[in-house]
């Protein structure tokens, strides 16, 4: 397993970008799919984004699809979540996750981040 921890988040206007960073310890991160979910107050977590270890896939949900990117830079043994336009229904904790496949079902990922606040005033 790796050691997953994210940062980046913070408070911004609807309208403004952030962006995330997950930073994995271990020798291993480039053969780990890479995953964002998210959850806000009172609700279950939610799949955001995914991509394949070798940054050949990228998967979105639609709720964000075309303001989200995801990415990743092995070498640094970081993903990263890109979000511009965001919108106050965005507003959650952001987790990030490794596992051997990119996916959006979370019973794929073995390893959590401990999560970042992500607040959007409207």
């Known amino acids: 397993q790796v050691q997953l921890v994210e940062s980046g988040g913070g408070l911004v206007q609807a309208g403004g970008s952030l962006r995330l960073s997950c930073a994995a310890s271990?020798?291993?991160?480039?053969?780990?799919?890479m995953g964002w979910f998210r959850q806000a107050p009172g609700k279950e977590r939610q799949f955001v984004a995914t991509i394949s270890w070798n940054s050949f896939y990228t998967y979105y949900a639609d709720s964000v699809k075309g303001r989200f990117t995801i990415s990743r830079v092995n070498a640094r043994n970081t993903v990263y979540l890109q979000m511009n336009s965001l919108k106050f229904e965005d507003t959650a904790v952001y987790y990030c996750?490794?596992?051997?496949?990119?996916?959006?079902?979370?019973?794929?990922?073995?390893?959590w981040g401990q999560g970042t606040q992500v607040t959007v005033s409207s």
């Open positions: 271990g020798r291993t991160f480039s053969s780990y799919a």
């Open positions: 996750a490794a596992g051997p496949t990119a996916s959006a079902y979370s019973g794929s990922y073995s390893s």
